[in-house]
């Protein structure tokens, strides 16, 4: 079945300290894109990655791309109290379904 | 065009009831998704459309849900016979279909069932 796991399910930092959560899928994807929902909203479009090995920046954000691409990285550098939220990797799984789903998510707490 | 838009905001209804939600997505949108998010849980995808067609529904979806999409427009999601175990937040997202499939979320509708 089309299974896409991240860990670690929550993390907690102090503000300052720098931030990963990682995707793995069970099957080669086509692209993977990743959402931010903060606390009582809905998710919110980050990035697309679609190339092996793609490695994607927005300003304290790096997304990458694994070069068998089952994986993906979200890192973030120097937290802020803004940061908090959920972070998702979503994948489109290809084939006569195309459909999108989502990983199981990643909490950060981010302690000022 | 304001984005995705859901409808209600909230509903509270009594096990055995039915209710429908109902989803106006971004006008230009072909395809329109259904997720499920119960508290800690990533959105559960429920079942989406293609312009008017259902094209797949999830077989974790019992068949009380039942979605609609007439006209390509909006859709609507009903239960029927809700249990308190549908309890959860139902989201819609709406996306382009030319490899642009960035989904656009609407607010969602917290459904209790008490």
């Known amino acids: 079945g089309q299974q896409v796991m991240q860990i670690p399910q929550y993390q907690h930092v102090q503000e300052g300290e720098d931030f990963t959560t990682y995707c793995n899928s069970s099957?080669?994807?086509?692209?993977i894109q990743w959402y931010k929902q903060r606390p009582g909203g809905h998710p919110v479009f980050l990035i697309q990655l679609v190339k092996s090995g793609e490695v994607k920046k927005q300003k304290r954000l790096t997304f990458q791309f694994g070069e068998a691409k089952k994986n993906s990285s979200l890192h973030i550098t120097a937290t802020q109290t803004t940061d908090v939220g959920t972070y998702f990797c979503?994948?489109?799984?290809?084939?006569?379904?195309?459909?999108?789903?989502f990983g199981t998510g990643t909490l950060l707490a981010v302690q000022p | 065009d304001t984005g995705v838009s859901q409808n209600p905001r909230h509903k509270i209804t009594k096990r055995g009831q039915n209710v429908t939600f109902r989803c106006d997505p971004i006008s230009e949108h072909n395809r329109l998704y259904w997720y499920r998010q119960t508290l800690g849980q990533g959105p559960e995808f429920l079942t989406y459309f293609q312009n008017e067609a259902q094209l797949e529904k999830s077989r974790l979806l019992s068949d009380r849900f039942s979605a609609e999409r007439p006209k390509g427009s909006f859709s609507t999601l009903e239960i029927q016979r809700t249990e308190q175990g549908d309890s959860a937040m139902y989201l819609c997202a709406s996306s382009l279909v030319d490899g642009r499939t960035e989904a656009f979320f609407g607010q969602g509708t917290r459904l209790t069932v008490v």
């Open positions: 979503a994948v489109i799984y290809g084939g006569a379904t195309n459909k999108l789903i």
């Open positions: 099957t080669t994807l086509s692209n």
